[in-house]
């Protein structure tokens, strides 16, 4: 806990499920997190919630599609707090389906947030850890990257796309900068809301409820990674319920 107060946090995706669970511990035990999602509403009361349990957050509108956007975000926790310690690239969409399903869009969408959406983080983060001397990037991917099913091809593949990048980056990275990727499994989110076809999201539904567990048990292993001394870098870390096949 000691080695995250302080910590200035910019985190994506942070207005539910393992964003807002990860903001939530995070400023707990002492950082400062800067939160970014497309939901102002949602941003407004989580950053008020933390702020009344008397931690520090700010946020700040993001669509990660928006290269701007992303470094708007990393420009704001620099101008407040002088500095990035991690960056949490956690935003993502699963509306999965049937590659005979065609849903072109779908893909474009998850093409453009859980893949570029990453990359525009490192581009705007990267720069800023390099000038520092420090800096720990957090990629947030899926098991559905490991164990690859049917109606999922699209999205494991984004997924390991930034898997790919990951270890990429780590090995670019050099003595002073730490990568970390979580590979969650099925994690009680909104996730399923992203999905277009109805069927799928109604059995996506179904498994969460039946084995899902909490957002807050994978924030844990975000705090741990990030809790680590300078020296130490936790490279990957899968994580999913017991029940899960």
Known sequence: MMCIQGKVIVITGASSGIGEATALLLAERGASVILGVRRSDRLA????????RGGIASYLVTDVKRRKDVARLVDHALERYGKLDVLVNNAGIAPISLLDDLRVD???DMIDVNIKGALYGIAAALPVFRRQGFGHFVNTLSTAGIQIVPTMAVYAGSKNAVRGISEGLRQEAGPSLRVTTLSPGYVDTELPSSMTDETLRRQ??????ATAIPASSIAEAIAFAIAQPANVD???????????G
């Open 106 to 108: 779908d893909w474009e």
């Open 45 to 52: 009361a989580l950053s008020e919630a933390i702020v009344a």
């Open 234 to 244: 936790v490279g990957e870390i899968v994580m999913r319920p017991t029940a899960q």
């Open 204 to 209: 996506g539904e179904a498994s969460m409820k």
